[in-house]
T-cell receptor, first 116, second 111 residues
Framework: NAGVTQTPKFQVLKTGQSMTLQCAQD?????MSWYRQDPGMGLRLIHY???????DQGEVPNGYNVSRSTTEDFPLRLLSAAPSQTSVYFC???????????????FGEGSRLTVL | DQQVKQNSPSLSVQEGRISILNCDYT??????FLWYKKYPAEGPTFLIS???IKDKNEDGRFTVFLNKSAKHLSLHIVPSQPGDSAVYFC??????????WGAGTKLIIKP
C-alpha cells in the first residue's frame, strides 16, 4: 500500500534556484493538494486540484506552480526559491470532492525544504 | 488572524488518565471539524470528525465535543496510552470547503 508518495524527503536549495516536489497517489483519488507547515502555525493550503486538468489556488500560492496532467500525479514547482519558502511540504489526497469537503485527507510523509 | 487556535503547544498526561485537547475557532460559518494526529517524520492521519449539527462524536477511546455557542471543540482520549504521544491538529472546514488548521498540540503520555 503505497498511498501518497512524496519525493524528495529532504532538499537544500540556494536562493533563486528552481525545483519540483513530486507527489503521486495510487488510490485513484480525485482531489489532491499541497500544504506547507511552518513552526507555530497550522498547515496552509498552497494549491489544490479536483481532477486531472483542473487546479486552483489555496491560501498561499505565490511562488509556486502546479499541474495535474494525470489523476495520479500532482507536482509542485518552486520557480525561484526564496528563504521564506523554507518549510515542510505535505501532499494530500482524498477519494472524491465530497470527501474533500469533509476534510478526510490522506497525507504523504512530507518533504523538508531548506532555502539558503 | 488565526481562525483556528490551539492555545496549548504541549500537554503532558499520565498513562491511563484522560487527555483533553482544546481548540477554539472564530468563524461561525465553519460547519465541519476534524482532528488529525501526527507522528514525527510522518504525515498527519485522520482521527475523528464532527459535523456542526452534532455536539458529540465517539470512536473508541476518542470523543470529540463541539460547543457552537462558545466556538470551542475538544478531543478526549480515555484512557491515554503511550502510543497516543503525538502532535494533534484540529481543523475546520469553511464555506469554500477548504480546511483551516490550528498550530497543533504536542501530547506526551508519561508511563
Amino acid at each position: 500500500n503505497a498511498g501518497v508518495t512524496q519525493t524528495p524527503k529532504f532538499q537544500v536549495l540556494k536562493t533563486g534556484q528552481s525545483m519540483t516536489l513530486q507527489c503521486a497517489q495510487d488510490m485513484n483519488h480525485e482531489y489532491m493538494s499541497w500544504y506547507r507547515q511552518d513552526p507555530g502555525m497550522g498547515l496552509r493550503l498552497i494549491h489544490y486540484s479536483v481532477g486531472a486538468g483542473i487546479t486552483d489556488q489555496g491560501e498561499v500560492p505565490n511562488g509556486y506552480n502546479v499541474s495535474r496532467s494525470t489523476t495520479e500525479d500532482f507536482p509542485l514547482r518552486l520557480l525561484s526559491a526564496a528563504p521564506s519558502q523554507t518549510s515542510v511540504y505535505f501532499c494530500a489526497s482524498s477519494y472524491s470532492v465530497a470527501e474533500r469537503d469533509t476534510g478526510e485527507l490522506f497525507f504523504g510523509e512530507g518533504s523538508r525544504l531548506t532555502v539558503l | 488572524d488565526q481562525q483556528v487556535k490551539q492555545n496549548s503547544p504541549s500537554l503532558s498526561v499520565q498513562e491511563g488518565r484522560i487527555s483533553i485537547l482544546n481548540c477554539d475557532y472564530t468563524n461561525s460559518m465553519f460547519d465541519y471539524f476534524l482532528w488529525y494526529k501526527k507522528y514525527p517524520a510522518e504525515g498527519p492521519t485522520f482521527l475523528i470528525s464532527i459535523s456542526s449539527i452534532k455536539d458529540k462524536n465517539e470512536d473508541g477511546r476518542f470523543t470529540v465535543f463541539l460547543n457552537k455557542s462558545a466556538k470551542h471543540l475538544s478531543l478526549h482520549i480515555v484512557p491515554s496510552q503511550p502510543g497516543d504521544s503525538a502532535v494533534y491538529f484540529c481543523a475546520a472546514s469553511d464555506s469554500n470547503y477548504q480546511l483551516i488548521w490550528g498550530a497543533g498540540t504536542k501530547l506526551i503520555i508519561k508511563p
